[in-house]
């Protein structure tokens, strides 16, 4: 039976990037696809493929409960005008305002805990807060798939979810699109960093080291690829690209080509992390990982095996697990890549993800009344 589902996004980028494929998959099989999300000028990927578009803004920071209330309004008239079998969110906002307008309508809407970000990692204002409006919203979602066990417990504990809940592999990795390749076999060793640079992504531990790192072993070189999200970051990078401590790049489109120069990238995250897509998709290209020991990233890394785990926000511990893979042979790093390939092939194949939400529409009653 053909379904009418409606995704709720707060951004393009993460839609395309991340979900596309089961967008793709939902078309094929002759589903109709509805995607609310603030409109980008010029960019018609999604009606191209044959989606319909509503045009919803979403204010992606903060908390300001006029703003909040008003994407409720939004939420309901969107799902009152789609009338959709079925609602896939994504991301903090769309999964908390939108299961609020589903729940009040009678819609069964399935929620991606994508990450918490900054949310949880403090017991301030705003993590109290946000439990709460998880615990009116989500926790009465049809249902609730996580990305790693550290989230999926901390939502149990705090009783923000009841038993409708499931677990992903992350958002998975497209394996055509991240393909293989052997360690660029050169004299300088790179890492890069691939991420917004901020406090919570551990960019001060990531500049640090490599600092610590190029004193010692002058035929490394650090990239960092991303926006500076924030401010008092600019002035900081500039003075260490100029320094040549490291090599800021900017936002890249075609980040693989990037990854392809590397021999490892490196993310010291403080915590907040679904699974991460930056470790999926360097690992899926044969590139050794070296991240922080938080939930997430603990999922795809094997200590020893295809990469290094270190203690987040500890800068010398990093330092230690970038010299322990510098001192390995080239032959030894290689190995580390395959496996890094071999892990992802065997558990986070994007193609699980989607077989898990073409289950749950296969499920899904009839038409909603």
Not at 274 to 279: Q, R, S
Request: with cysteine.
């Amino acid at each position: 039976m053909k379904k009418k589902v409606l995704f709720l996004s707060n951004h393009f980028i993460t839609l395309y990037n991340f979900r596309k494929e089961l967008i793709e998959k939902l078309l094929k099989e002759g589903h109709e696809v509805v995607i609310s999300m603030p409109r980008i000028k010029d960019d018609v990927f999604f009606e191209n493929l044959g989606c319909h578009i509503i045009d919803t803004p979403v204010d992606r920071r903060g908390i300001n409960p006029l703003k909040d209330f008003m994407l409720i309004l939004r939420y309901i008239k969107v799902i009152k005008k789609v009338d959709p079998d079925i609602i896939f969110s994504y991301t903090i906002k769309p999964n908390i305002y939108g299961s609020i307008a589903s729940n009040i309508l009678g819609y069964k809407q399935i929620c991606n805990i994508t990450g918490t970000g900054a949310t949880f990692l403090k017991e301030n204002f705003i993590c109290k807060i946000s439990k709460i409006l998880y615990k009116i919203s989500v926790k009465h979602a049809y249902k609730v798939f996580f990305q790693n066990t550290g989230d999926l417990n901390f939502f149990v504990n705090n009783k923000m979810i009841k038993e409708n809940y499931d677990l992903l592999p992350g958002s998975g990795v497209n394996l055509n699109q991240y393909t293989y390749e052997d360690l660029p076999n050169t004299d300088e060793i790179n890492f890069i960093f691939i991420g917004r640079v901020m406090k919570v992504k551990g960019i001060d531990e990531y500049l640090e080291c490599a600092k610590a790192i190029k004193e010692k072993y002058k035929n490394t070189n650090f990239y960092i690829a991303g926006f500076i999200e924030e401010e008092n970051y600019k002035d900081i990078i500039n003075e260490y690209h100029n320094k040549s401590i490291v090599n800021y790049i900017g936002f890249q489109k075609d980040i693989s080509s990037w990854i392809r120069k590397c021999h490892a990238t490196v993310l010291p995250s403080h915590g907040g992390e679904g699974v991460p897509n930056v470790l999926l998709e360097s690992a899926a290209m044969g590139r050794v990982l070296i991240a922080s020991n938080i939930n997430g990233s603990n999922d795809v890394v094997r200590d020893g095996y295809n990469g290094f785990l270190f203690e987040a926000k500890n800068t010398f511990d990093l330092v230690d697990k970038v010299e322990k893979f510098l001192k390995l042979s080239y032959d030894e790093k290689c190995k580390m890549g395959k496996n890094a390939r071999r892990k992802v092939e065997e558990e986070f194949d994007r193609n699980i993800v989607i077989n898990k939400y073409l289950n749950e529409l296969i499920s899904t009653g009839e038409h909603n009344d």
